[in-house]
């Protein structure tokens, strides 16, 4: 969620440790099917290539299926992972060196957002949060795409990152704006929160390059 593998390049362990852990994590998840005859020993690394893509690519949603389904809420949190996702990964933000810190931070940021969204549905205030959602999808729609230190794009990435960011953080706020209007206040507050927790991740970037420019300019 706040940690990036492919900005890292071959600079600390971190990398190699995450890879191994998802690699063991693969092959015991492929071994309990053999045990369970549930595929054939001929597909075996076919699975447990599947396995690693997966567990690689949607360890957020992962995280975010174990942590909802803790605290009673697997669909809300399926509803706020996914836009985040979809947005954060090209408009772009903060990301950690250290994979171990960012589980934690993850696990701790998924839990505080669910609380809130359990929160604003229970006190039926999901209308109040709007400015700052509508805010949120603004900035993210100028701001980004936003280098981290470990990530740089290139000029082309630059500008295909901006374009697709800016149709999905449109089109998330679409959907947040037609599931109030529809009074779908669970679905409404998860898609907010998606998107405003896109935006404040995107804060000590754009801190950051702020304070940059004003010591240039002292």
């Given at each position: 969620?706040?940690y990036?593998?492919s900005?890292?390049?071959?600079?600390?362990?971190e990398?190699v440790q995450q890879?191994r852990?998802i690699s063991?994590i693969?092959s015991k998840?492929?071994k309990?099917?053999?045990?369970?005859?549930?595929?054939?020993q001929?597909?075996?690394?076919l699975?447990?290539?599947a396995?690693y893509?997966?567990?690689?690519?949607?360890?957020?949603?992962?995280?975010?299926m174990?942590?909802?389904g803790?605290?009673?809420?697997?669909f809300?949190?399926?509803?706020?992972?996914l836009p985040?996702?979809?947005?954060?990964k090209?408009?772009?933000?903060?990301?950690l060196n250290?994979?171990?810190?960012?589980?934690?931070?993850?696990?701790?940021?998924?839990?505080?957002?669910?609380?809130l969204i359990?929160?604003i549905?229970?006190t039926?205030t999901?209308i109040y949060?709007?400015?700052?959602?509508v805010?949120?999808a603004?900035?993210?729609?100028?701001?980004?795409p936003?280098?981290?230190e470990a990530?740089?794009?290139?000029v082309?990435?630059r500008c295909?990152?901006?374009?697709?960011?800016?149709v999905m953080v449109?089109l998330?706020l679409?959907l947040?704006?037609?599931?109030?209007g529809?009074?779908w206040?669970r679905?409404?507050?998860c898609?907010g929160?998606g998107?405003a927790l896109?935006?404040?991740l995107?804060?000590?970037?754009?801190?950051?390059?702020?304070?940059r420019?004003?010591?240039l300019?002292?």
């Amino acid at each position: 969620m706040l940690y990036d593998p492919s900005a890292q390049g071959t600079q600390g362990l971190e990398p190699v440790q995450q890879v191994r852990m998802i690699s063991s994590i693969s092959s015991k998840l492929v071994k309990w099917l053999l045990k369970a005859e549930a595929i054939s020993q001929q597909d075996k690394e076919l699975y447990e290539y599947a396995a690693y893509s997966f567990l690689f690519s949607f360890m957020p949603l992962v995280l975010v299926m174990i942590v909802g389904g803790l605290l009673g809420m697997f669909f809300e949190g399926i509803a706020l992972i996914l836009p985040f996702m979809l947005i954060r990964k090209f408009s772009g933000g903060y990301h950690l060196n250290s994979s171990k810190v960012c589980f934690f931070l993850s696990t701790t940021i998924i839990t505080l957002s669910l609380l809130l969204i359990k929160h604003i549905i229970a006190t039926e205030t999901v209308i109040y949060y709007v400015p700052f959602v509508v805010i949120a999808a603004i900035q993210i729609f100028i701001a980004s795409p936003i280098d981290s230190e470990a990530r740089q794009l290139r000029v082309k990435e630059r500008c295909a990152f901006k374009k697709v960011a800016r149709v999905m953080v449109a089109l998330n706020l679409c959907l947040f704006l037609v599931a109030l209007g529809l009074n779908w206040n669970r679905f409404a507050a998860c898609t907010g929160c998606g998107i405003a927790l896109t935006a404040i991740l995107q804060w000590p970037c754009i801190i950051k390059s702020v304070l940059r420019k004003v010591e240039l300019h002292i």
